[in-house]
């Protein structure tokens, strides 16, 4: 089956530390996104991705990096910078003006 | 930046009742309109996209309009029933060659037996 597969689903981080989350796509899209979404708000975009070994910033990337080194995997890292990270995190895939597609998410939280 | 309002944090409605949901944006007239599902403690999954020449999109019980001169789009799920209680998004897409959706903050709908 065709999807986008995020891992792990709950996510637990230590203060100063920096955590990794992972999504994968086998749909053959060209782009990825990842999303932040916190209790009543929309998703806001982090990073997306159009080609592989290319992304741009979203409207909140401080405190979040990513890499795209290959087209089905684009790995969002929260780093210690980010004061906040407590958050549900969505990744998703498209072709141009095109629906995206999302993964069923990672929650973040700090211990 | 586009804003999109969706007017309503949550809707209740009687079982077999139409549901309405609105959803605005504020600037520039997007090239189309996305609304998608989300579950709780799921990823949004899409229902349906209307472009800004369409009037009207259907599938199944859910309807779509999209109005230009209101800046609005209506989204419509008929007969409605117990599943289809879940949190609506309403997305826009500023045009072509562009990647990126501005998600409305979603309406919440709970479709009562």
């Known amino acids: 089956d065709g999807g986008i597969t995020q891992s792990p689903k709950y996510l637990f981080r230590k203060e100063g530390q920096n955590v990794t989350l992972s999504c994968e796509q086998n749909?053959?899209?060209?782009?990825m996104y990842w999303y932040r979404q916190d209790p009543g708000q929309g998703l806001r975009l982090i990073y997306y991705?159009?080609?592989?070994?290319?992304?741009q910033k979203g409207d909140i990337a401080e405190g979040y990096s990513v890499s795209r080194e290959k087209k089905e995997s684009f790995p969002l890292t929260v780093t210690s910078a980010q004061k906040n990270p407590t958050a549900f995190y969505l990744c998703?895939?498209?072709?141009?003006?095109?629906?995206?597609?999302f993964g069923d998410g990672t929650r973040l939280s700090i211990l | 930046s586009q804003k999109i309002e969706q007017n309503s944090e949550a809707l209740n409605i009687q079982e077999g009742k139409t549901a309405t949901l609105t959803c605005n944006y504020t600037?520039?007239?997007?090239?189309?309109l996305q609304w998608y599902r989300q579950d709780p403690g799921r990823g949004p999954v899409f229902l349906l996209l209307?472009?800004?020449?369409?009037k009207e999109k259907r599938k199944e019980r859910l309807k779509v309009t999209f109005d230009t001169t209101l800046k609005q789009s209506l989204f419509h799920i008929t007969a409605s029933q117990p599943a289809d209680s879940a949190t609506y998004l309403c997305?826009?897409?500023?045009?072509?060659?562009?990647?990126?959706?501005?998600f409305g903050k979603g309406t919440k709908l709970s479709v009562i037996p």
């Open positions: 998703a895939s498209s072709m141009t003006n095109q629906p995206q597609h």
């Open positions: 749909l053959n899209h060209d782009a």
């Open positions: 991705s159009q080609i592989v070994n290319d992304f």
């Open positions: 600037n520039y007239s997007p090239a189309y």
């Open positions: 209307i472009r800004e020449n369409e």
């Open positions: 997305a826009c897409g500023p045009g072509a060659g562009s990647y990126q959706l501005t």
